[in-house]
């Protein structure tokens, strides 16, 4: 039983009264409009381990940290970075806004058992010319096929599964009330194909690294923060950044 239904019982009234009587206090006492429009930025790039070490000081340092953005947007330009995503995001104070880049990589997870080529995909016979009296077109027939190599075996997939590649992001703002603090409840994930491993002779697995940092945290209206630094995985001297700006403006 809702709470309405509830209610009714409890006071002995109907339940179409007490639902008028909610929307009527609704109406006289609407939900207060939200005060900012809030502008999320994510600046996520994978660079080396020396340079990301060298930027680290000024990305902690909110009076040097626009100065390591420019020489961050710098090395994407010429190639000594990688822009993995640059989502911007509009939301309103306190409302969920989410972006998304995927690629959807869909693999095999379950397989028949070994079986030879020639059984799967049956060898075509190869079609020769064959000998034909002066003055009459070219025929062909076929001519027996090679034997199948007995080594070759394939397994046949059965079954199949899809991982999401890219990165994702989940952001809501809350403006405090002076307007110069902006309270992020974010949370990025990176999903990265690193390689394909092979099992068997023929079965191959993807391996997946993923990189995830949600947390809240309050940043200055309209100011690059540094949100997360990860060593990525299986990758030599590969390091993922992630820089976030969040601008919020008066909804007038």
Request: glycine letters at 4%; charged letters at 15%; hydrophobic letters at 45%.
């Amino acid at each position: 039983m809702n709470t309405p239904s509830r209610l009714a019982a409890a006071l002995g009234i109907s339940t179409l009264f007490v639902l008028s009587a909610v929307a009527d206090d609704q109406a006289q006492h609407p939900a207060p409009a939200p005060q900012y429009a809030v502008r999320v930025e994510l600046l996520v790039v994978d660079l080396s381990q020396a340079k990301a070490l060298a930027l680290l000081p000024a990305l902690r340092d909110p009076a040097k940290i626009d100065g390591a953005v420019d020489q961050i947007m710098a090395a994407i330009d010429q190639k000594e970075a990688t822009l993995v995503g640059y989502p911007i995001l509009q939301a309103v104070d306190g409302e969920e806004a989410s972006s998304s880049q995927i690629l959807e990589k869909r693999y095999p997870t379950e397989f028949d058992p070994p079986v030879e080529i020639a059984k799967v995909l049956p060898v075509p016979p190869r079609m020769v010319n064959a000998p034909v009296a002066p003055g009459s077109p070219p025929e062909t027939v076929p001519q027996t096929p090679l034997p199948p190599n007995p080594l070759h075996l394939v397994s046949l997939p059965t079954s199949f599964e899809t991982r999401n590649i890219g990165l994702i992001v989940i952001v809501t703002p809350h403006v405090l009330s002076d307007g110069n603090w902006i309270l992020l409840d974010i949370e990025p994930s990176s999903v990265i194909l690193q390689r394909f491993e092979i099992f068997v002779t023929d079965i191959t697995q993807p391996q997946f690294v993923t990189l995830g940092s949600p947390t809240k945290m309050a940043v200055r209206n309209g100011e690059h923060t540094l949100l997360a630094v990860h060593k990525i995985p299986g990758a030599d001297n590969q390091v993922e950044v992630e820089i976030v700006q969040a601008t919020a403006t008066p909804i007038k």
